[in-house]
């Protein structure tokens, strides 16, 4: 069965600083994973996806991911955050179905 | 355009009540899902509908029952509420079943259960 791990409950960056929230997953075949975000009081929101192909995928808002398949990661990255990033993220794999990770809660300081 | 609709937003009601909560998806899609988001924010996929048919069904009691009149909408019923169903649930919707198709979600609605 997929799984998915977010190994930080929560990561506090300074804005303009680069941001990482990592994310490590187990699945049988060939992976599909995913990048949410969640702000308060709100739904989920897609960022990125990896199907297959380039490593290292761009989404929304500035967000990227790289694909690391000797590592089985997928961290989340931005080369400088900015305050409204502050949310929850969640890194997602799909198989027979999607699993969630537990989230990683993002806090970047003025 | 909203996408993946929820209502009600909040619904706070008495243990052992009836209660239902309503999805609707102007996206076209094939699929429809609810999840539960606890009060660590985990979330557990609930129920997903294909086509009107139940596909995954992850160990939820039966006093947890999803209908959907149409491809469009997917409702989810609760009977006799308990405390601990206390949580968000969230809709989602995306195309047809497996394979690497974004789910895309509802604003979620929040349950509270005295």
């Known amino acids: 069965a997929q799984s998915v791990a977010q190994p930080e409950d929560q990561v506090n960056v300074a804005e303009g600083n680069p941001l990482t929230v990592k994310c490590t997953y187990s699945?049988?075949?060939?992976?599909?994973l995913f990048w949410y975000v969640q702000y308060p009081n709100r739904g989920l929101q897609f960022l990125l996806k990896y199907i297959t192909g380039d490593n290292l995928v761009k989404g929304s808002y500035g967000f990227e991911a790289e694909f690391n398949k000797s590592q089985t990661s997928f961290h989340l990255k931005k080369p400088s955050a900015l305050v409204s990033d502050s949310a929850l993220y969640f890194c997602a794999v799909r198989d027979d179905d999607m699993r969630f990770g537990a989230g990683t809660r993002l806090t970047v300081k003025p | 355009d909203t996408a993946v609709s929820q209502t009600p937003k909040y619904l706070v009601t008495q243990m052992g009540n009836d209660k239902s909560i309503k999805c609707e998806q102007n996206?076209?899609?094939?699929?429809m899902y609810w999840y539960k988001q606890d009060s660590k924010k985990f979330l557990k996929i609930m129920f997903s509908?294909?086509?009107?048919?139940?596909?995954i069904n992850e160990t939820v009691p039966n006093r947890f029952s999803p209908k959907s009149p149409d491809k469009a909408h997917l409702n989810l019923h609760i009977n006799s509420l308990e405390l601990g169903d206390s949580a968000v649930y969230f809709c989602?919707?995306?195309?047809?079943?497996?394979?690497?198709?974004?789910?895309?979600f509802g604003p979620g609605t929040r349950l509270t259960v005295l």
């Open positions: 989602a919707s995306s195309q047809e079943g497996l394979g690497p198709h974004t789910q895309y």
């Open positions: 996206l076209g899609h094939d699929t």
């Open positions: 509908y294909n086509n009107k048919e139940l596909i």
């Open positions: 699945v049988s075949g060939n992976p599909y």
